[in-house]
Antibody, heavy 123, light 108 residues
Framework: QVQLQQWGAGLLKPSETLSLNCSVD????????WTWIRQPPGKGLEWIGE???????SYNPSLKSRVTMSVDTSKTQFSLKVTSVTAADTAVYYC?????????????????WGQGTTVTVSS | EIVLTQSPRTLPLSPGERATLSCRAS???????LAWYQQKPGQAPRLLIH???SRASGIPDRFSGSGSGTDFTLTISRVEPEDFAVYYC?????????FGQGTKVEIK
């Protein structure tokens, strides 16, 4: 059974770089898009972006200038970096697996989620 | 970017009642690209419905989804105590995979 285990620094100062990792335990990176989502306190879900096993990424335009995603196929891990953080980046960050079948043109949803990492930006 | 607008924002119900949640899109897309999630406090979201109407593995059949084009609906036929939560729709029909702002199903 595939599980996602995520980790990273939880307390940052303004202008620092947020760095999170997500390990795919019991599965492969191939065939899926690996997604990052965040949720500010008391608010809804925001899609940050996704990356596939070959490293092709797509980002939310609202964050694109500060976001970088990467994959490490040897470790079956993927990562998120957000530069120049501010208090507005305070949120719970989730990694998740997106399953899209391009042959059948069917989206099977974000079917596996990490446990979430609380990131607080404060001076 | 496709904007998803969910209504109502809050839905007060008693156990056993029927819940009807709406998700309206700013532009049309294939129903195959619409998913619904349930989120309880302190937990990651859980996938309920994919392709607008297909239940994910292990999801009870009191949950159903329908719709096409710009209008989608999640229905809970008889709300159970464990169903009080926030529900989100999400689309995969554009390069920015947006979520709706959520509907909170709360106890009346």
């Amino acid at each position: 059974q595939v599980q996602l285990q995520q980790w990273g620094a939880g307390l940052l100062k303004p202008s620092e770089t947020l760095s999170l990792n997500c390990s795919v335990d019991g599965g492969s990176l191939s065939g899926y898009s690996w997604t990052w989502i965040r949720q500010p306190p008391g608010k809804g879900l925001e899609w940050i972006g996704e990356i596939n096993h070959s490293g092709s990424a797509s980002y939310n335009p609202s964050l694109k200038s500060r976001v970088t995603m990467s994959v490490d196929t040897s470790k079956t891990q993927f990562s998120l970096k957000v530069t120049s953080v501010t208090a507005a980046d305070t949120a719970v960050y989730y990694c998740a697996r997106a399953h899209f079948d391009s042959w059948r043109h069917h989206y099977y949803g974000l079917d596996i989620w990490g446990q979430g990492t609380t990131v607080t930006v404060s001076s | 970017e496709i904007v998803l607008t969910q209504s109502p924002r809050t839905l007060p119900l008693s156990p056993g009642e029927r819940a009807t949640l709406s998700c309206r899109a700013s532009k049309s897309f294939s129903s195959s690209y619409l998913a619904w999630y349930q989120q309880k406090p302190g937990q990651a979201p859980r996938l309920l419905i994919h392709g607008a109407s297909s239940r994910a593995s292990g999801i009870p059949d009191r949950f159903s989804g329908s719709g096409s084009g710009t209008d989608f609906t999640l229905t809970i036929s008889r709300v159970e105590p464990e169903d009080f939560a926030v529900y989100y729709c999400q689309q995969y029909g554009s390069s920015v995979r947006t979520f709706g702002q959520g509907t909170k199903v709360e106890i009346k």
